[in-house]
DNA sequence: CGAAGCGGGTGACAGCTGTCATGCACGGGC
DNA sequence: GCCCGTGCATGACAGCTGTCACCCGCTTCG
């Protein structure tokens, strides 16, 4: 008997999955945390053999929860399901040693089986990601992550300066090069790629 | 027995969502969409009693589907669930003529007795948002939400000129109405404001 | 008819942005 | 001890942005 734990924080989904994956021989439903720090608390307490995690969560998201539980060295094996295949996202989880990521528009047959091949110690990704592993490495550091945040937020140079107590000019020394960097032509345009590629 | 259609993009939702409902007495599952305009051809083919449809797919939005469902005079009844809160959208929907508006964070049992109350003709919507539907009402014109697109996209004002074929100033004469009417300091702050409200 | 409103436009100005050259302190490597 | 990379800063300049006053042609309505 499998015994996972799924943490989500779309209860439709969460509710919807668990109906799912209770009609699956072999599979045990231990718990449903529908944020973070619950999903923590509880693998902590009773350990099961896999975590279904999204990424994106209140309180911890699935990319702190598979390092934490890599930290303290449970025996539990994560597997990621979430909306975004962004390298970004797919390159942390992997350092952080998830055993699986899945994209939420994979059929739902595929959940199962997935859980299953996860569980005897194989490692599933989603197959349209498994090649963008080993593209381009964030380029970003972390000031100009930081900064580019800011500048999303729709904060100017000065208004930005403010909050970091960098000088007016630094910011847009920092602002400069993450935008050649990432090949843009203004900040608006460099915030939106690195947010797609999962490095914000 | 109430025939119901869903449609919705992410097929692990979709496909847990159907699990779910075939377990219900009374609803039986007409058929399942994977983008607005396969739902909208099993709807004109065979109208169901129920349309259980996301807002953001693919080829159709649920808010589309809602307004050909009324355009038509089909005697579909539409239930939307959907992540977003926004008044744009709610407002939108309304108008469209929906039966009920969900969002995906309510628990998974709450979906079958909406389904059913909306098949008796009830109206059903999401209780945090019943009191947004009357708050402020989209103050963009077309033309200002174009541009707030394009900006919001990392063009500048010249490149939205070309885009569009207005002047650089009267680009910027559009922009500035936006963010004035927006309440915010600049466009990038405009466009983020507009769109967490639904108006983009 | 005339006034008012609307979509689209111009010109001007202060301030912000993107780019680049250059400077300085500091902490490694050799 | 010297050299280099890194982090932070300055100054200068062309071009973009936000703001405002004002113009024109075209409905629309009293």
Redesign the pocket.
Known sequence: MTRIVIAEDQGLLRGALASLLRMEDGIEIAGEASDGREAWNMIRRDPPDVLVTDIEMPGMTGLELAAAIKRDGLKVRVLIVTTWARPGYLRRALEAGVSGYLLKDTPAEALAAAIRAVAAGERVIAPDLAAMAWEEADPL?D?ERRLLRLAEAGL???AIADAT??????V??Y??EA??KLGA????EAARLARAKGWL
């Open positions: 550091s000031t100017d140079s000065p107590g960098l000088a007016r000019g630094t847009r020394n602002l400069h935008i050649s032509s203004n900040r608006i």
